[in-house]
Nanobody
């Protein structure tokens, strides 16, 4: 139901843009999030965009470098990643929250998302 794309290999300081398209009919009423998981590490929250007001939230590790956005007409959420660092290397996953529910203060917890994309690899070389 969620198809992520846009991963790849980039040098440190470079940029990538990830996209995630939903085939669901409730995208416009769904909080959308991005998470990542590096080898040997737990899944980590990156960013979330709320469906009620479009406000984003970011992890401290990416704040000021990453930007999440959504296009409800295209059922797509994007993650623009700038000033990439080697520590950003991971598999990136998009996730959709329950329809009609504003995840509010729990939007950074992956447990609150219902659907997950297949993941896209991002590798940042030093």
């Amino acid at each position: 139901q969620l198809q992520a794309s846009g991963g790849g290999t980039v040098q440190a300081g470079g940029s990538l843009r990830l996209s995630c398209t939903s085939s669901g009919r409730t995208f416009s009423r769904t909080d959308m999030g991005w998470f990542r998981q590096a080898p040997g590490k737990e899944r980590e929250f990156i960013a979330r965009i709320r469906w009620t007001n479009g406000f984003p939230n970011y992890a401290e590790s990416v704040k000021g470098r990453f930007t999440i956005s959504r296009d409800n007409a295209k059922n797509t959420v994007s993650l623009q990643m700038n000033s990439l660092k080697p520590e950003d290397t991971a598999v990136y996953y998009c996730a959709a929250g329950p329809a009609g529910i504003d995840l509010s203060y729990v939007g950074s917890s992956g447990a609150n998302y219902d659907y997950w994309g297949q993941g896209t690899q991002v590798t940042v070389s030093s």
